[in-house]
């Protein structure tokens, strides 16, 4: 990466929010690579404080180049927090200890495992509350900048594993906002959830010394692929506007709604659940409503609000994965069950399109040829993680929380309401230019559900499911009839 210092950076942003004085600069990242620039680059010219929350941090290439960022970071005199659900640590415990005994690096776990092995067997009889998580994402330097969104860390959303790419969506944010990110992080920090290695690793737990954190970055920096993805990142646009401080920022109202941390034992107060601040930030669709979520398990209740505003002539669309693309075919399940329900109301579906780099047949290979060079949902999405919404062309929602009773009920979740009709438009606009190459339009003929696929100037029409086998389709039919959507 490019170490070039970011002149003036605090300086800049400083003067840039006086002159926006109760508004937050907004830059959204749905560029994957761009994304992971924007936050190595941050790391290299923290000052003070770096404050990091985080559902998923895989030890895979970008993972560990970041742990090294930010143990260089540390080396520097940079105070360091970093704050993980313990969902997904598995293989991370030598490596967060290392980075523990750094006199400037503090690690917390977010409800922690008692028994880190074998891991599963916290499932089998403390499963009422393992099963709830701490699904936020914050991203905060010396308190001035954040970035937040849907990404997690790893290879899969930063564009540097060569067979998959989730398409995904953060921001990078400066302003107003910024001081309220910082209360959730120290509410977070400071609540009994949130463990301390020290408290949990009574076992002796080898750590992982700190030079070979750092020998192991400098091989992943030596691998050709690696070499490759990085010599990509410097040839960036993104990078130069980064580091010239050219940066365009949308200008906005922006408000931040999140969970209590008590919601992980059930026990927050109404107001303190993002659900309910979401209904007060955002209000009701009166015109139209887009919203795009790749674990889209609408429920009873949530269908039958959306029928209602489809009948008060609201106009809806809604982007999720198609089954061939999803991660999760059991939540696919959960959203399958109400496709007819919700295509009778009005409500247009699309699922976005698996694109591999092996075609199964000619036409596969014949949409890659005409999506060449479109990058807006990632060069070769694989599976949408986005999560963002947008209501009347004038609110848009951007954050960790999907439309799933998982969101609403078990897990913590964090995002923010931005009134900008700029970024509303944009997310109206990409539904309109992009869907039809990338996403299948599920549509209701005779009863039955069709799956429509535009080729250029060709379509081709499904009566299943496209992309996948037989028995995957009767699977996710038989998981459908099960009553788990609480789970999913």
Known sequence: MNNSPLLGWSEAVQQQVKAHPGLTGILPLPDAQEAFAARVLLMQQAQHQIDLQYYIWRKDRTGTLLFEALLAAAERGVKVRLLLDDHNTAGLDATLIGLQQHPL???????????????????????????????????????????????????????????????????????????????????????????????????????????????????????????????????????????????????????????????IVGIAKRHQLIIHQLHHAIGQPQRCLSIVSPYFVPTRAGVEALEQFAAAGVSIRILTNALESTDVALVHAGYARWRKRLLSAGIELFELQKISSMARRQERKARRQRLKGKDRLGRSASSLHAKTFAIDQQRVFVGSFNFDPRSAQLNTELGFVIHSEQLSGEINAAFDQYLPDYAYQVVLENGRLQWHERLGKRRIVYSHEPGVSLWRRLATRILALLPIDWML
């Not at 954190?213 to 993805?229: E, G, M, N």
């Not at 580091?243 to 941390?261: I, N």
């Open 105 to 263: 690096i503090e690690v917390r776990l977010f409800n922690p495992l008692r028994l880190r092995r074998p891991r599963f067997i916290n499932y089998l009889v403390d499963f009422r509350r393992v099963n709830r998580r701490m699904h936020n994402k914050s991203f905060i330097i010396d308190q001035q900048v954040v970035i937040s969104g849907g990404r997690n860390i790893g290879d899969e959303y930063f564009g540097a594993k060569d067979d998959f790419l989730f398409a995904d969506l953060d921001a990078l944010m400066i302003g107003s906002v910024v001081a309220d990110v910082v209360d959730e992080f120290d509410t977070y920090w400071h609540s009994k959830h949130a463990q301390p290695l020290g408290k949990l690793f009574r076992l002796q737990i080898k750590p992982q010394q700190l030079h070979d954190l750092r020998r192991q970055a400098q091989v992943i920096t030596s691998d050709p692929s690696a070499q490759k993805y990085v010599a990509a990142l410097r040839e960036l646009p993104f990078m130069q506007r980064l580091q010239q401080r050219q940066l365009e920022f949308v200008w906005a109202q922006t408000t931040l709604v999140a969970d209590h941390p008590d919601k």
